[in-house]
């Protein structure tokens, strides 16, 4: 059995269509049965677990082969990262229990950095995963293009693009989230026994300029991106409603600075196939 957590989502559901493309014994485990039907149709076995909920987590994980474990987003974490621990030790408690033959965890590039930031989560998640001792392959994917989806409306409306990445024309490692689901597939199919980092970019490095051309493209209308002054960050994201934009702000500036990169200047990195003109030519298209 192949168990996915998270296949309601982009990730999740290239790796579900991947596995049973394979003829693979699907577990799609949700949190909401409604959102389930889909994937009983398709074939899949469905366990209904909420992410915190160890027993219904134990009960999802059961006789796995392989299993796909991820963290919600969150782009507002508590400062002491609470939710997050809570969810980190439910999902080690179920796999400490039910022993899977290998764990594929979805992590990002700069999850190995210390400093905190809105990756802390994340590195906290790959301590717990390594904590277990069992085989288990930590996917750290660049941005993903799809972050951009909110970026969408005031291209549309405005021509503008509202940039935190800085400056505009500097160009840095981006993947589509449907690479990140066909590596993930592949490394649930793959018999290994040891700690793996597989490091995923797409087939070229993309700036907010670039971002602009695109949507540019996708809306047949020009597009300019224009950098948000970091002064204003802090006041701004409260205005949007959120509580603790640190560790938010923390993240931009640790791509901004270059803080987070790749091991080895990314010579070894795995390369997905969809370009960027691509991926916001589909944002465009569901919007």
Request: net charge negative.
């Amino acid at each position: 059995m192949y168990t996915v957590m998270g296949i309601t989502g982009r990730v999740g559901g290239v790796i579900g269509h991947d596995l049973l493309t394979a003829g693979l014994p699907l577990r799609a485990v949700v949190q909401d049965p409604v959102k389930s039907s889909r994937w009983a149709t398709l074939g899949s076995e469905i366990a209904v677990a909420e992410n915190g909920d160890v027993g219904a987590l134990m009960n999802a994980f059961r006789n796995s082969e392989a299993v796909f474990v991820m963290l919600p987003p969150n782009a507002d974490p508590e400062p002491d990262f609470s939710h997050a621990r809570h969810l980190i030790d439910a999902i080690r408690q179920a796999l400490a229990t039910t022993r899977p033959k290998r764990v594929v965890c979805l992590s990002s590039i700069g999850a190995d950095c210390e400093s905190p930031s809105l990756l802390t989560a994340l590195h906290m998640f790959e301590t717990a995963m390594v904590s277990l001792s069992l085989p288990v392959t930590f996917l750290r994917p660049a941005w993903l293009m799809e972050n951009f989806a909110w970026d969408i409306a005031p291209a549309r409306e405005r021509g503008e693009l509202p940039s935190y990445l800085q400056p505009v024309d500097r160009t840095i490692p981006m993947v589509s989230t449907s690479d990140v689901g066909h590596f993930a597939a592949r490394a649930m199919q793959e018999h290994f026994t040891d700690e793996r980092i597989w490091e995923i970019e797409g087939p070229d490095r993309y700036s907010p300029d670039d971002i602009a051309a695109a949507l540019a493209r996708a809306l047949a209308r020009d597009v300019r991106a224009e950098a948000v002054p970091r002064a204003g960050w802090d006041p701004l994201f409260r205005a949007q409603g959120m509580r603790n934009p640190a560790a938010r702000i923390q993240m931009l500036d640790g791509f901004n600075n270059d803080d987070f990169r790749f091991r080895d200047g990314g010579q070894h990195t795995l390369r997905g196939e969809v370009t960027l003109v691509q991926a916001i030519a589909a944002l465009v298209r569901e919007s």
